[in-house]
């Protein structure tokens, strides 16, 4: 079946980020800020800042689930072109 040519294909493994686990960690620690930050209705750090080397790291998709004793609570997330990480946990 032919895909419409709206829908952006999806990336090469070749071209997905490869992360470390201390940027993962970065990753984490900063999108558990933004979620904190935004529970809390205060300003959020900057999320370039905390991401420091991988921030501008191109992606194609983002998400932050939610979950309470094992199940999802809330969800919400980027998918769209390649745009820099940072941008898409901004989003």
């Keep these: ?10 990336p090469s493994a ?3 980020p490869r992360l470390t686990d201390q940027q993962r ?6 999108a558990s800020r933004r979620v ?6 205060q300003l959020a750090d900057s999320t370039s800042v905390l991401l420091a080397d991988v921030a501008d790291t191109a992606v194609y998709g983002a998400f932050v689930t939610l979950k309470r004793d094992g199940r999802l609570r ?3 997330g980027h998918i769209e072109s390649s745009i ?3 941008r898409a946990l901004d989003a």
Aim: with cysteine; charged share 25%.
């Design 1 to 10: 079946m032919d895909r419409p040519s709206s829908q952006p294909l999806e």
């Design 36 to 41: 904190v930050a935004a529970t809390r209705r």
């Design 84 to 86: 820099p990480l940072f």
């Design 25 to 30: 960690a970065a990753v984490l620690r900063a």
């Design 74 to 76: 809330s969800c919400c």
């Design 14 to 16: 070749a071209a997905r």
